[in-house]
């Protein structure tokens, strides 16, 4: 059974930094994709960024340029650097796992709330 748990949330003024990190356990496949999505109040979940198993990275138009995402793949921790926080980066950040191999998987984090104030 996979089990993500995220710390790092909180209140900050816009411009500031903050730092998300995620701990995978279970069996999280050979191969997988970790990332970060955020949903706003009456909004959809988005993506914010994610990163492959190889290190490949993908990142919402958003963010790029202030955010980055990194993994360690020994201890099955995924970090969101944030950096130049704006009013409207608040949401509830959640942590995703996506199984490529073997088999096939999603799960997700709890979340935590970031709010960035003006």
């Known amino acids: 059974q996979v089990q993500l748990v995220e710390s790092g949330g909180g209140l900050v003024q816009a411009g500031g930094s903050l730092r998300l990190s995620c701990a995978a356990s279970?069996?999280?496949?050979?191969?997988?994709?970790m990332g970060w999505y955020r949903q706003a109040p009456e909004k959809q979940r988005e993506l914010v960024a994610v990163i492959v198993s190889t290190g490949v990275t993908n990142y919402a138009d958003s963010v790029k340029g202030r955010f980055t995402i990194s993994r360690d793949n020994a201890k099955n921790t995924v970090n969101l650097e944030m950096n130049s926080l704006k009013p409207e980066d608040t949401s509830v950040y959640y942590c995703n796992l996506k199984i490529l191999r073997p088999g096939r998987g999603d799960y997700w984090g709890q979340g935590t709330q970031v709010t960035v104030s003006s």
């Open positions: 279970g069996s999280l496949g050979s191969g997988n994709i």
